[in-house]
């Protein structure tokens, strides 16, 4: 028979391999308070069970919509400037600014953190960034995983992995088939760089023009990597309030503007038989933007391919409501502006006609 005091002597030889299973299991134990702060109606509890539970409320014909994504190598932002705790809301971020461009609502959230080593205070911060996340979205944080893969990542750094799994019902789904001719352009204001392009973010500044995460550039107040941290905003509350003001009717489309920047991702909800004409005259570009354009000597067009430009959402609206929808937006705490119209199918799917 092996007993409880046996397998503590085991840990100690897994926590001499460079893992170890107490310090991991005393944070979560502290944090427990502050993730019940994102529970909502659904959720079942179940104390150290091997999965989270969640039960969904009537609905008639309920789709469920899945989402995932990472945070990429803007967290090595964070590893420079040894700050954390706004990393986890750009994951939640990632995940259910997705889910709501086919009009679903995020129900519940699951993280996977993977480090080199568990240090208590550093997964704190994440895991705070993630209940604060998971709280804006009204998104119950449902559970998590935590890998301790010593050898497999560099010591002090680790990767962040999110799950969200959402619902819509089926006659509300937003798919893009009813985007027409004369369709209004939307754009809701990003807080900065989002979560995309730091590979390059990272070249242009770093790399090729040697400047420090801690130097504040001319025209800026405080150090980049304030700048570059400034965490995803999240758009769930104000869009899906829109939605139920307005309905599919007069929303007909939502694109999230994650990896490849405008031009790739607003022809995705597009039927084949529509194009736009877009101008980002009216798009709050943050500062951080102009000085990527004039350091990486990148083209207007290569930087709208890769980074979001001031706008972090797109929805395709019925022309009639434009002006309705946009004032309801703003009042709900998103700036959003006009940027544009669906056309009759061009030979390009977007025509820039700002440039």
Not at 263 to 282: K, Q, Y
């Amino acid at each position: 028979m092996i007993y409880y005091e046996d397998a503590m002597a085991d840990q100690e030889k897994y926590k001499k391999s460079g893992v170890d299973l107490d310090a991991a299991e005393s944070v979560i134990e502290q944090m427990k308070d502050r993730f019940a702060e994102t529970s909502r109606d659904g959720v079942i509890d179940l104390p150290n069970g091997f999965a989270g539970l969640f039960r969904l409320r009537e609905y008639k014909n309920p789709v469920l919509t899945g989402c995932t994504d990472g945070v990429g190598t803007k967290l090595k932002i964070a590893f420079d400037a040894g700050k954390h705790d706004t990393i986890g809301i750009d994951l939640v971020a990632m995940c259910v600014n997705d889910a709501i461009c086919v009009g679903a609502e995020p129900l519940f959230f699951l993280d996977y953190l993977a480090t080199s080593g568990f240090k208590a205070e550093i997964a704190e911060e994440i895991l705070t960034g993630i209940v604060e996340g998971c709280k804006q979205a009204h998104c119950a944080l449902l559970g998590g995983e935590t890998a301790q893969l010593p050898g497999f990542y560099k010591p002090g750094e680790y990767d962040l992995g999110g799950f969200c799994v959402g619902v819509v019902e089926e006659d509300e789904l937003i798919k893009g088939d009813k985007i027409v001719e004369g369709d209004v352009l939307l754009g809701l204001a990003s807080s900065g760089l989002h979560s995309n392009g730091f590979s390059l973010v990272r070249k242009i500044l770093f790399d090729d023009n040697k400047i420090a995460p801690t130097d504040i550039l001319p025209g800026f107040d405080r150090p980049l990597w304030e700048i570059l941290l400034e965490p995803t905003q999240i758009y769930v509350r104000q869009v899906l309030a829109a939605l139920e003001r307005f309905g599919v009717e007069n929303i007909h489309g939502i694109a999230n503007m994650t990896g490849g920047g405008i031009t790739g991702n607003l022809p995705r909800i597009f039927p084949e038989s529509v194009s736009a004409e877009v101008s980002l005259v009216n798009a709050p570009r943050a500062e951080i933007f102009k000085v990527l354009h004039k350091l990486g000597e990148l083209s207007e067009l290569e930087m709208r391919s890769i980074f979001n430009c001031g706008v972090g959402m797109i929805l395709v609206v019925e022309k009639s409501t434009a002006d309705d929808i946009q004032t309801f937006i703003k009042a709900a705490g998103v700036l959003p502006f006009e940027m544009g119209k669906i056309i009759q199918k061009q030979d390009k799917s977007i025509i820039y006609k700002d440039l």
